[in-house]
């Protein structure tokens, strides 16, 4: 049997660590916003090469906050529209949204799976205020074009770093790359919480003041709101466990890159497309993706063997019924084409090397 993530085993190798920092904290009697949250932040903040992090509840609250704060900055106005890939988890749309802002969406560029830079300038009108590429799969967006293009429009750049914690863009790490980025330690992310957990990363003091205070009542001080704010804070146990993680996380993405290694050269199967990359540190490999015609009898067939698979995602957002309306989009048919070929095997920090070999030999078995 090779779990597509065995979260149990994942959390294991973090022990005693965990248990011992959740007891620092409940014997601390303090919750919400303390030591461990700021001490996190630091790090956090340290590892991505940015002066700034604040600690929010989850990824979708941490791209929702960026796009309220550039509001109150006056820096976007609800109306205005942001260029957003259109293969990407519905969360990247929600957070646009949600705050009365306009997702125009873009196809990707079918070797990367990331936003395509060529097509911003097909998407952009009098109203477009941002972009915000999105590092999927754990790969960083090819962001020079897109940062030389919002320059020239003077465009806002947010990343979606919630697939990509650690990995590069040339010398910097994506979450310093943009004007702003949010990170998601959704527990099976590869720097993950146990339990829901978000940040905003950036070099701007006063998007992260405004930031901060939004994720707390609107709150500078306690009980003088300046804003209309939302409660959503990274608590002390989650921020104490991601501590613990941190220092593993280049270690394990490590790993992640040699297990795709392995799978790169060593599945051969004519029915199945690897992803269309070599291996490189802009590459921490969220997700192994490959693609087929046949992807109901490829899941059958590793499934009969023992092997999870996960397809993400099965439709694309302007595919779902939530977004019958609300959204800005030609013909998308690079992207409908990927929900409905994708399909990702096992990758992950602790799978063994028998394991691995399990699984490259279920892909390369697979006829129909
Ligand atoms: C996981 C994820 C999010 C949302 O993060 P949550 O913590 O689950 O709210 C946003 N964008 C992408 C690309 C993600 O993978």
């Known amino acids: 049997m090779v779990r597509f993530l065995d979260l149990q085993k994942l959390n294991q190798f973090?022990?005693?660590?965990?248990?011992?920092e959740a007891k620092k904290i409940i014997?601390?009697?303090?919750?919400?916003?303390?030591?461990?949250?700021?001490?996190?932040?630091?790090?956090?903040?340290?590892?991505?090469?940015?002066?700034?992090c604040v600690g929010v509840g989850n990824g979708l609250d941490a791209l929702t906050l960026i796009f309220k704060a550039y509001i109150e900055l006056g820096r976007i106005k609800p109306g205005d529209e942001v260029i957003i890939p259109a293969n990407t988890y519905i969360?990247?749309?929600?957070?646009?949204?949600?705050?009365?802002l306009v997702p125009v969406l873009v196809e990707p560029d079918e070797e990367s799976f990331n936003l395509d830079p060529l097509l911003l300038e097909k998407a952009l009108t009098p109203k477009t205020r941002a972009i915000l590429p999105v590092h999927l799969y754990g790969r960083s967006a090819n962001m020079n074009p897109i940062l030389s293009f919002a320059k020239e429009h003077q465009l806002l750049v947010v990343e979606d770093a919630a697939q990509a914690h650690g990995a590069y863009y040339g010398k910097e790490r994506v979450g310093s790359l943009g004007d702003a980025a949010a990170f998601s330690f959704y527990p099976s992310k590869n720097l993950g919480a146990l339990g829901d957990g978000g940040a905003v990363t950036t070099k701007d003091v006063s998007l992260a003041q405004v930031v901060r205070t939004l994720s707390n009542y609107g709150a500078q001080k306690k009980y003088v709101n300046t804003y209309k704010g939302v409660n959503s804070r990274l608590d002390e146990i989650q921020a104490a466990f991601l501590s613990v993680k941190l220092p593993y996380l280049e270690r394990h993405n490590a790993r992640r890159r040699s297990i795709a290694e392995r799978y790169l050269n060593e599945i051969k199967n004519p029915l199945i497309r690897l992803p269309q990359m070599g291996v490189s540190e802009e590459h921490v490999w969220h997700a192994f993706v490959l693609r087929t015609d046949y992807r109901e009898e490829f899941i059958?067939?590793?499934?009969?063997?023992?092997?999870?698979?996960?397809?993400?995602y099965p439709k694309a957002p302007h595919q779902q019924e939530a977004y019958k309306t609300g959204l800005i989009h030609g013909e998308l048919p690079i992207t409908e084409k990927i929900a409905a070929s994708v399909v990702s095997i096992p990758l992950n920090p602790i799978l063994t090397d028998d394991e691995v070999t399990e699984v490259v030999q279920g892909v390369n078995d697979f006829v129909c």
């Not at 973090?14 to 011992?20: A, D, G, K, T």
């Not at 014997?27 to 700034?52: H, Q, T």
């Not at 059958?300 to 993400?312: A, C, F, P, S």
């Open 27 to 52: 014997d601390s009697g303090f919750f919400i916003r303390g030591r461990a949250c700021s001490e996190f932040e630091s790090a956090f903040a340290l590892f991505c090469g940015v002066p700034y």
């Open 91 to 100: 969360a990247t749309m929600l957070a646009v949204s949600e705050t009365g």
């Open 300 to 312: 059958k067939h590793l499934q009969n063997r023992g092997i999870e698979t996960l397809v993400y």
């Open 14 to 20: 973090y022990e005693p660590s965990l248990s011992q």
